[in-house]
């Protein structure tokens, strides 16, 4: 008699969805022999994102906000490759991987797509002179653009006014941006007495966002408080308002204001992965249209969550937003469903409730809110420490990561650069 043909589970993403899916499916199915899960991602590391900003500040060491995919998956297969395509009527999907991009086809049983999604610039004019703030690598040239402007700006023989070298914008005014503006403030801040040719008025850092209160997600009384914050610590802040260009070192707002800076940081807007356009599955606004369980209807034994998904928020009538606290649990439940559907169970629908949400905005500040409760200053600075931390996978990282911001209170920030120029 023939064997029986395993049951193939196929996981393209190694963000939050995908790898908490996988670890969850290795827990459910691990007296399971005739299953076998591959985990498919372009990096091979789970980079955990809340704490980018802090790598680019300097905050944190590079290595420590992510951990190898290897070391965290115990059964599934890893594939460290790029999916090229999807295709849902033949069940596989094709991935390449390697220098020589060597190509090949994943068929499937069950498919979780949790791809993420993509930078929206919105069409603007010198995008591609914008810096990002998604992946290690958006952090890290950053970190290295920081340190390369304070080096110049501090030599009385830079070419040009010296004022654009330490101006920096930063479009959006959600957590990302309001995180990554608070942070850079602090760097150069915090490195003036390293630099005696640069003076205090010649940072300035302005944070762009088109609504009318900066975090919204956390009401408008925490935005209102964060922004007296930030303003009294020197970061502009431009509410309702968007930024219309950004060439020859010139940004141009929606009002028409130009302001000369260096750099421009764009964390104002995403879209789906543009992988998922090609798909024959009804889509809203470029998300795969799900279920309640997370699978896509009239593709049985296909599941979609985090960024690229439209799931259905219980009781509200719309979407869950996509937050990594959301594609977090979406991977959990997506797991124990895809499980229960091999083992013949009962499956389940995405119910969850926020617990609250936490923002740093700088020098030990933070503002959040808790079970619908507001908590601002060191406090909220304390929490969002300690939730992340907390969160942090393995206790490896954890401890780097203590001990990282120990040092920092002690010694300050390494103003080392990360890139290399060849022999001089």
């Not at 408008?220 to 020859?248: C, F, H, I, N, P």
């Not at 009002?255 to 356009?277: K, V, Y």
């Not at 990594?324 to 797991?335: K, M, S």
């Amino acid at each position: 008699m023939a064997a029986t043909q395993k049951k193939r589970i196929l996981i393209l993403g190694g963000g939050f969805g995908g790898l908490y899916a996988a670890l969850e499916l290795e827990k459910s199915l691990r007296n399971a022999p005739g299953v076998e899960i591959t985990l498919v991602s372009r990096e091979n590391y789970f980079l955990f994102t809340p704490l980018l900003h802090e790598v680019a500040a300097s905050d944190l060491d590079v290595t420590h906000t992510v951990n190898p995919l290897r070391l965290l998956l115990k059964r599934a297969r890893f594939f460290n490759g790029e999916v090229k395509s999807i295709d849902l009527d033949r069940r596989c999907a094709v991935v390449s991987h390697g220098a020589a991009h060597h190509r090949h086809e994943l068929p499937y049983d069950h498919l979780l797509i949790a791809l993420g999604s993509v930078t929206n610039f919105r069409d603007l004019p010198g995008e591609e002179n914008a810096i990002t703030m998604r992946s290690l690598g958006d952090a890290i040239l950053l970190r290295n653009r920081l340190i390369t402007l304070l080096e110049a700006a501090d030599f009385d023989c830079a070419p040009g006014p010296r004022d654009p070298l330490l101006t920096v914008v930063v479009a959006g005014g959600g957590f990302a941006g309001v995180e990554t503006v608070a942070a850079i403030n602090d760097f150069f801040r915090g490195a003036l007495k390293r630099y005696p040719n640069v003076r205090e008025e010649m940072i300035h850092l302005a944070l762009v966002h088109a609504g009318e209160y900066i975090l919204p997600e956390l009401g408008q009384e925490l935005g209102a408080y964060a922004r007296r914050k930030l303003a009294g610590r020197g970061v502009e802040v431009r509410t309702q308002m968007t930024v219309s260009s950004y060439r020859d070192g010139t940004v141009v707002l929606s009002d028409g204001t130009r302001i000369p800076a260096e750099t421009l940081i764009w964390t104002a807007g995403i879209i789906p992965n543009p992988l998922l356009a090609g798909l024959p599955c009804e889509k809203d606004r470029g998300r795969i249209v799900v279920d309640s369980t997370l699978e896509v209807p009239a593709y049985p034994g296909v599941w979609a969550i985090g960024d690229c998904a439209r799931v259905p928020e219980e009781g509200s009538g719309s979407s869950c937003p996509p937050t990594a606290q959301h594609a977090l649990r979406q991977g959990r439940i997506a797991g124990r469903n895809i499980a229960a559907r091999v083992n013949g169970g009962t499956t389940r629908a995405y119910v969850y409730s926020s617990i609250g949400a936490l923002a740093a905005i700088g020098h030990r500040c933070g503002v959040a809110r808790i079970f619908g409760v507001n908590f601002s200053g060191f406090l909220a600075w304390w929490m969002w420490r300690t939730v992340y931390l907390g969160k942090l996978p393995r206790f490896e990282k954890k401890f780097r990561v203590a001990l990282d911001w120990t040092l920092d209170l002690v010694f300050g920030k390494d103003l080392v650069q990360f890139e290399s120029r060849g022999e001089q």
